[in-house]
């Protein structure tokens, strides 16, 4: 008896010594090829959070090509994009309720499918279920005439009540009405 306990006890030790080892060596942040992000605002005592990976452009072409015209996009890198919410919103003239979704999105030259899905904890958008949807609108993306950002950016530029939520990379800027419902 003593000796199965000293044995499971050995046991535990190792497994701790191996994880803190593990732990220790697991790459952080900065070492990300894309770096986790995250874009929030506050109004009142509501908020959006939005947490997403920053691919580069790194030189590469990216809408049509890196990130192919007509299919289901991540929004970002990595992990899918999620999106926090804390109480009611309206996004594009929708009703989004509290909780926490998924961001998918479907790029085009002419228009953007915004996706919010119930789905959590993805790895890209290779087990996306469109069954899951939320909320599902177009947008109009803007075609700039100069490259804004060499990351993959979210922001919100607010205003009291409302804001705009801003996806930007490249020479696109994709911008999504928000506004906190009381």
């Known amino acids: 008896m003593k000796r199965s306990k000293l044995l499971i006890g050995m046991g535990v030790l190792v497994f ?7 732990a220790q060596d697991a790459p952080d942040n900065k070492d990300r090829t894309s770096p986790l992000a995250i874009a929030a605002i506050r109004y009142k005592e509501a908020y959006v959070k939005i ?8 030189g590469r072409e990216i809408f049509g090509k890196l990130v192919p015209y007509g299919k289901v996009w991540r ?3 990595n992990e899918a994009t999620e999106i926090t919410v804390t109480k009611n919103i ?6 989004l309720k509290a909780g ?11 228009k953007w499918t915004i996706i919010i899905n119930a ?40 205003r009291n009540e409302s804001a705009d939520l801003m996806m930007v990379w490249d020479k696109v800027k994709v911008v999504v009405p928000v506004k906190f419902l009381n």
């Not at 926490?100 to 002419?110: L, N, V």
């Not at 279920?129 to 100069?146: E, G, I, K, W, Y």
Request: hydrophobic share 40%; glycine share 6%; proline share 4%.
């Open 16 to 22: 701790f010594a191996v994880t803190a080892a593990y």
């Open 75 to 77: 929004t970002g890198a």
């Open 100 to 110: 926490t979704y998924s961001i998918f999105t479907i790029p085009d030259k002419e």
């Open 51 to 58: 947490t997403y990976s920053q691919p580069q452009k790194n």
């Open 119 to 158: 789905e959590l904890g993805l790895w890209g958008a290779y087990n996306y279920n469109a069954r899951l949807d939320v909320l599902r609108f177009d947008v109009v993306p803007q075609v700039l005439s100069t490259e804004v950002s060499e990351a993959f950016t979210i922001q919100f530029d607010q």
């Open 90 to 95: 309206s996004l594009h003239g929708f009703l």
